[in-house]
């Protein structure tokens, strides 16, 4: 099913460098630099406005993984989102846009606190800039878990290197969540993998994605960084992902995870994600 004009939001800088906006999670689900998609949506995904979107960049918020009172990863990527401010040129030919989620009844049954959640997409030349800024509207600190749960596409994820995990302790979620140091210097992946790694450097370059180029990326505020690829193992337990997809997607993805964070009334906290095509 594919997602009504209503519901999305582009931004376009020229030169058919584009970025997509679906406003179910304000999940961005396109951002092609001189026409190429930088990004993995399966072709299985599901637009109903209902399921979280398989692919682009989910929000997760205020919880990471399965969750006692709410979906898988929080609700932040299966709400609609609001407008704030519609794409618009910046002096220097970049283009902007403003996104929010705010309380409401919604998400209070499962999280009963008040907040305002802005998401700010900036698109360049070569980058896309993906920045949120949470505010605690309640009269009591609150924590949470926020991640960009970021697909890229890529030809063969078995040619992908990535950087800025060595020697970084992770939990193995394919390992009963046991604990490891990373000893590599790049990072591969040829099997089934889901590990949380915890404090990671600022910068992860990934190799060998769209057209065998690099992606660079750069994060703020957010000490940790999943990789994920389901393989054959789990993708066939998903029904908006395809069997045969896995090859042609990783999940980089920055986020505060280990440690939630605790953020005081009137209080706010920020965290960015800059991608960068090399």
Same mark, same amino acid.
């Given at each position: 099913?594919?997602?009504?004009? =209503?519901?999305v939001?582009v931004?376009?800088?020229?030169?058919?460098?584009?970025?997509?906006i679906?406003?179910?999670g304000?999940?961005?689900?396109?951002?092609r630099v001189?026409n190429?998609?930088?990004? +993995?949506v399966s #072709?299985l995904?599901?637009f109903d406005?209902q399921k979280?979107i398989r692919g682009?960049?989910?929000i997760? +918020?205020p919880h990471f993984g399965?969750?006692a009172y709410?979906?898988l990863?929080?609700f932040?990527m299966?709400?609609r989102?609001?407008?704030e401010?519609?794409?618009e040129p910046?002096?220097?030919?970049?283009?902007?846009?403003?996104?929010?989620?705010?309380?409401? =009844?919604?998400t209070?049954?499962?999280?009963?606190?008040?907040f305002k959640?802005v998401?700010?997409v900036?698109?360049r030349?070569?980058?896309?800039?993906v920045s +949120?800024?949470?505010?605690?509207?309640?009269?009591?600190p609150f924590?949470f878990?926020?991640l960009f749960?970021?697909?890229? #596409?890529?030809?063969d994820?078995r040619k992908?290197n990535? =950087?800025?995990?060595?020697?970084c302790?992770?939990?193995?979620k394919?390992?009963?969540?046991?604990?490891?140091q990373e000893p590599r210097?790049?990072?591969t992946?040829?099997?089934?993998?889901?590990r949380i790694y915890?404090?990671?450097?600022?910068?992860?370059?990934?190799s060998?994605?769209?057209s065998?180029?690099k992606?660079k990326?750069i994060?703020?505020?957010?000490?940790d960084t999943?990789v994920?690829n389901?393989?054959?193992?789990?993708?066939?337990?998903m029904?908006d +992902?395809?069997?045969?997809?896995?090859p042609n997607?990783?999940?980089?993805?920055?986020?505060?995870?280990?440690n939630p964070?605790?953020?005081?009334?009137?209080?706010t906290y920020?965290?960015?994600?800059?991608l960068?095509?090399?």
């Open positions: 099913m594919a997602a009504t004009a =209503s519901s939001v931004l376009d800088r020229g030169n058919n460098t584009t970025c997509t679906n406003l179910h304000a999940t961005v689900v396109s951002w001189n190429q998609e930088q990004l +993995f #072709k995904a599901v406005g979280s682009g960049i989910p997760v +918020f399965p969750w709410g979906p990863h929080g932040a299966t709400c989102w609001n407008v401010k519609q794409p910046l002096d220097n030919g970049d283009i902007e846009a403003l996104f929010s989620l705010v309380d409401n =009844s919604v209070k049954q499962m999280w009963n606190y008040s959640l998401l700010r900036i698109l030349e070569k980058e896309l800039q +949120f800024n949470l505010y605690n509207s309640s009269l009591e924590q878990n926020m749960h970021t697909y890229l #596409k890529v030809p994820v992908c990535i =950087s800025g995990l060595q020697g302790m992770y939990v193995d394919t390992k009963e969540n046991g604990v490891y210097e790049m990072v992946v040829n099997h089934w993998t889901d915890q404090n990671t450097q600022q910068e992860h370059v990934i060998n994605v769209v065998g180029r992606m990326m994060k703020y505020n957010m000490p999943v994920w389901p393989w054959d193992v789990t993708s066939s337990t029904s +992902f395809g069997e045969d997809e896995y997607m990783i999940c980089v993805e920055a986020g505060i995870v280990i964070i605790t953020l005081n009334p009137n209080n920020e965290g960015t994600i800059i960068q095509v090399m």
